[in-house]
């Protein structure tokens, strides 16, 4: 029986990041690890945005920066400047391709194609079932999100951040590059929250993104459609789908870190680390992997990594008002917008806001439905 020191399910970025952190980190050297994924080669199936000050670590393989974004809704409207801040963006290729490439270098980390049907903790070891062979690992990483942990309970509301987007090519020079469409609520909100998010990348390039914060999803050609009438809004008639994307993301407050154990970890999507108020995720897997590494040359329960935080109960708040109020979305962020600063907002949904900027978002936002909402949670 082979056992692995560590074993990783999932090739994402949060799986793929936690290896590639391992191979650069001399303490890994003399540990066994184990990649498990369906799917080596994801290709471009995602693009991930994040906003950071000044230089950063992926800051080789960005596609596009911006140093203002727009903001539109009925009520509000504006064009933002945010620096220090900048808004960034990843393709899923290129960051896949690039730490693969570091990943490979190291002897000590192996990669299966299967299947994965099932894990088991045993008192010193975790046993992986998969379509091909059973695997054992003193740890386990688990990044397989499994929606029907949420979607059994009702304690916590579970929203999707549901999209399709297009990336479109103009003839003409029609784009300003230099302002990135952050959320666009002029779109008809037809009773949910509903936004179009637009990148571009130059002139003649850009991504259009359809999103909702909703429960349910739509079908394809109604996100399609929409993106269709926000173009011709636009007077952009003559394009090419040059390609497409989609995705649904969970916005959720559920305790996902009562399902870690001493030899279990779940990250990325499957461990809470997505932003449950904003649906947001690269960044806390920047920030989680980086202080997972750390954890693991001191402490070996796995069930001591996740910390509580007072944002946890702010995303509570947040998503309990989406949940009960959803069509109230698009006046939620438009007074956010207008009374705190960007760079308020953008410490507050980074979790690095001090209670002061806490309480200046808290007053910024529409109170009758958070008061309510409050003391439901409090009560």
């Excluded at 394009?239 to 559920?254: A, L, N, R």
């Excluded at 399902?259 to 779940?266: D, E």
């Excluded at 946890?312 to 006046?331: H, K, M, Q, R, S």
Aim: hydrophobic share 40%; net charge positive.
């Amino acid at each position: 029986m082979v056992k692995y020191d560590y074993i990783i399910l999932g090739a994402g970025a949060s799986g793929l990041m936690l290896a590639y952190r391992m191979a650069t980190d001399p303490f890994f050297d003399d540990k066994t690890i184990l990649i498990i994924d369906k799917a080596k080669s994801k290709g471009n199936d995602r693009t991930w945005c994040f906003w950071e000050q000044g230089l950063g670590e992926w800051d080789n393989l960005l596609a596009k920066t911006w140093q203002k974004i727009y903001f539109g809704s009925k009520s509000y409207s504006k064009e933002i400047e945010i620096l220090p801040y900048q808004y960034k963006m990843i393709t899923s290729e290129n960051f896949y391709n690039s730490l693969w490439v570091v990943i490979h270098k190291k002897a000590n980390i192996t990669f299966r194609q299967d299947t994965v049907i099932n894990f088991i903790e045993h008192k010193h070891k975790v046993e992986v079932v998969t379509n091909s062979g059973v695997y054992f690992g003193s740890k386990l990483f688990n990044s397989l999100y499994k929606s029907k942990l949420c979607d059994s309970q009702n304690k916590y509301p579970v929203l999707q951040q549901h999209f399709v987007g297009w990336f479109v090519k103009t003839k003409e020079s029609v784009f300003d590059d230099s302002v990135a469409t952050f959320m666009d609520f002029t779109v008809p909100q037809k009773g949910n929250t509903r936004f179009m998010y637009m990148l571009p990348l130059d002139k003649t390039t850009a991504l259009f993104e359809y999103t909702l914060f909703s429960e349910e999803l739509l079908e394809l050609e109604d996100y399609e459609n929409a993106i269709v009438d926000y173009l011709k809004q636009k007077n952009i008639s003559d394009f090419d789908i040059i390609e497409k994307e989609k995705g649904v993301i969970p916005m959720t407050s559920f305790k996902f870190s009562q399902l870690n154990s001493k030899h279990i970890l779940n990250i990325g999507t499957a461990g809470g680390w997505t932003k449950a108020s904003t649906g947001y995720t690269f960044r806390n897997i920047t920030k989680k992997t980086k202080y997972l590494i750390e954890f693991l040359k001191y402490k070996k329960d796995l069930s001591q990594f996740h910390e509580k935080s007072k944002f946890w109960f702010y995303d509570l708040i947040f998503l309990d008002v989406l949940a009960n109020y959803n069509n109230e979305g698009a006046a939620l962020f438009s007074s956010m917008f207008n009374k705190a600063d960007i760079k308020t907002i953008f410490k507050f949904l980074d979790e690095e806001s001090t209670l002061y900027e806490d309480l200046k978002i808290i007053l910024s936002v529409p109170p009758k439905r958070f008061i309510q909402s409050f003391f439901k949670r409090l009560f």
